[in-house]
Each structure stands twice: as structure tokens, then as C-alpha cells.
């Protein structure tokens, strides 16, 4: 059996309790409900920030607050934006306050007097669409993750990859010292190769590629707002975006440490950003 928390809102004791006993009497098998109550729209508002409630039922003429006003508080707070509310009336019942209460959040509409049947279908119909909204939304947020964690692992094994090519290539570089000047041109060659395999713009292509399958709209929204970015201070923003270090991104972008550092203060001059506003908070806030 499932349990849900419904804030049954009304200024009338007695239609609060009529629609209380209602619902405890039916969907027994399937559900449980545990109840919580509010005489009005600014009560009920905050009682629904503290419990996160999975569904609203709300009356829609009531004092200091009323239904509409309060659904519309709802959709601003995120913690609770998503609350499935159906408002409950019966004075408030032409097409136009219809479409009042659903263009201000409202889920479904129901009429008063309440028809026991229709008001333990509608709220156990809503309650059923927020589980499966819920799911598809926990399902999304999994995928992201694995999508971010195949995305990290990319970034690490280029990384790792070009660590290594830059110890051969020192150990190697050393090595052309101690042999004869005849015998320098074919180990220079090899030094060549690894250099070439360290700048390969396969690299950023890769990196790329799996970059806009996690964060499909970064670059549009970064040349949206700053048109005037080269190749390389786009690479570095997604370079910072992803949580690399100077040492990382010098590594990746084949720069010195120091050059890359002159190279992010540049990017922050060109963004025009404040100065107590950090570059990398700026480019993950995108």
C-alpha cells in the first residue's frame, strides 16, 4: 500500500471534513492518505512549504488568501512548484473561471457539492500522473549523471593520455642527447609523432562531442552572450565548466601553466565580468 500526504484546504470545517471522510473511505486496498488541513490560502501556503505535500486540494473563495492566489504562490517556489493542486468550488463554476484555475497551476477542477466518486477518481488520477512525472523525472536525472560521469571519464583518459606522451616525450628528448648526431634524426622523427598525437584536434573533438550530449545548449548560450570568443577561449570556458584546473587545462590546451593563467584572466576581461565575480562560478552558472 502507498502512502500519500494531501493538504485538504477549505474555510468551511465542515467541507473539509466531508471531504476527509470521502477519501479515507475509498481506495483503502490501494492507498493510504494521511491528511493534513488549512482554512485558507496563506495558511495552507505555508503549511505546504514545511511538508512538501503530493497533492493540494484547495477551495477557491477564502480569506487573506484564496485559491488562485495561492496556487500561483505554489508554481513560484521551486520546492513545491510541481505539487499537483485541484481546486475545489462552487460558486466559481463558468468556462472563464475554468480556465482561470488552470492557467494559474491548478491540475484539475472540481465542482461543489462533491460527488464522492469523482473526487476519489480525480485525486487518485492526479496522484497517479505526479508518479509517473516523478519516475520520468528520477529516470531523466539518472541518465544526466551517466551521461556527466562518461563525460568525466573522456576528459581523464585524454588527459591521462597526453601525461603520458609528455613523460615519453621528455624521457626520449634526454635520451637524442647521449647518441651521436647521426643517429638523432629518427628519434627526432618519434618526438615529432608524439607531439603531433598531443595537439590532435581529435581530442577537442571527442571532448566535444561528448560535451553537447550532456550540456547541449552551453556553447549556443555561450556565443548567444559573448559572439567575440575565439576557438581557444570557448575551448577553455568548457575546459572550466566541466571543473578542470589551470593545470589541467594548460595540459589540455598545450600551454605553460603560466600562459594559461594569463589566458583565463584575459577571457574574464573579455566577458566583462565584475571582479568579485569568480570565472568559473560565471561559466557554470550558464
Known amino acids: 500500500m502507498k502512502n500519500y500526504s494531501l493538504l485538504v484546504v477549505d474555510d468551511d470545517k465542515n467541507n473539509l471534513m466531508v471531504m476527509i471522510r470521502y477519501l479515507e473511505k475509498h481506495h483503502k486496498l490501494q492507498v493510504n492518505y494521511e491528511?493534513?488541513?488549512?482554512?485558507?490560502?496563506?495558511?495552507?501556503?505555508?503549511?505546504?512549504?514545511?511538508?512538501?505535500?503530493?497533492?493540494?486540494?484547495?477551495?477557491?473563495?477564502?480569506p487573506l488568501m484564496n485559491g488562485i492566489e495561492m496556487i500561483r504562490a505554489v508554481r513560484q517556489l521551486p520546492s513545491i512548484k510541481e505539487t499537483p493542486i485541484i481546486i475545489v468550488t462552487g460558486i466559481n463554476d463558468a468556462a472563464e473561471d475554468l480556465k482561470l484555475a488552470l492557467d494559474a497551476g491548478a491540475v484539475d477542477y472540481i465542482q461543489k457539492p462533491v460527488n464522492k466518486i469523482e473526487l476519489n477518481a480525480r485525486v487518485y488520477s492526479a496522484l497517479q500522473l505526479?508518479?509517473?512525472?516523478?519516475?520520468?523525472?528520477?529516470?531523466?536525472?539518472?541518465?544526466?549523471?551517466?551521461?556527466?560521469?562518461?563525460?568525466?571519464?573522456?576528459?581523464?583518459?585524454?588527459?591521462?593520455?597526453?601525461?603520458?606522451?609528455?613523460?615519453?616525450?621528455?624521457?626520449?628528448?634526454?635520451?637524442?642527447?647521449?647518441?651521436?648526431?647521426?643517429?638523432?634524426?629518427?628519434?627526432?622523427?618519434?618526438?615529432?609523432?608524439?607531439?603531433?598525437?598531443?595537439?590532435?584536434?581529435n581530442?577537442?573533438?571527442?571532448?566535444?562531442?561528448?560535451f553537447?550530449?550532456?550540456?547541449?545548449?552551453?556553447?549556443?548560450?555561450?556565443?548567444?552572450?559573448?559572439?567575440?570568443?575565439?576557438?581557444?577561449?570557448?575551448?577553455?570556458?568548457?575546459?572550466?565548466?566541466?571543473?578542470?584546473?589551470?593545470?589541467?587545462?594548460?595540459?589540455?590546451?598545450?600551454?605553460?601553466?603560466?600562459?594559461?593563467?594569463?589566458?583565463?584572466?584575459r577571457i574574464k576581461q573579455k566577458l566583462k565580468l565584475p571582479a568579485d565575480l569568480k570565472i568559473d562560478d560565471y561559466i557554470r552558472g550558464l
Open 130 to 201: 505526479y508518479d509517473a512525472f516523478r519516475t520520468i523525472r528520477l529516470q531523466k536525472t539518472a541518465i544526466e549523471e551517466q551521461k556527466k560521469q562518461e563525460l568525466g571519464s573522456k576528459t581523464l583518459q585524454i588527459y591521462e593520455k597526453n601525461q603520458i606522451l609528455s613523460t615519453v616525450k621528455s624521457k626520449l628528448e634526454s635520451y637524442l642527447l647521449d647518441l651521436n648526431p647521426d643517429d638523432r634524426p629518427a628519434g627526432k622523427a618519434i618526438v615529432k609523432l608524439i607531439e603531433q598525437n598531443m595537439h590532435h584536434d
Open 203 to 210: 581530442e577537442w573533438d571527442a571532448f566535444k562531442q561528448q
Open 212 to 265: 553537447d550530449k550532456v550540456n547541449p545548449q552551453f556553447f549556443k548560450v555561450l556565443e548567444e552572450k559573448h559572439n567575440d570568443l575565439t576557438i581557444s577561449e570557448i575551448k577553455m570556458c568548457a575546459y572550466i565548466y566541466v571543473g578542470l584546473g589551470i593545470k589541467e587545462i594548460a595540459d589540455f590546451m598545450h600551454l605553460e601553466y603560466g600562459g594559461a593563467r594569463v589566458k583565463k584572466t
Open 35 to 62: 491528511f493534513l488541513t488549512a482554512p485558507n490560502g496563506k495558511i495552507a501556503f505555508e503549511i505546504a512549504k514545511k511538508t512538501k505535500p503530493d497533492l493540494i486540494l484547495t477551495d477557491w473563495d477564502m
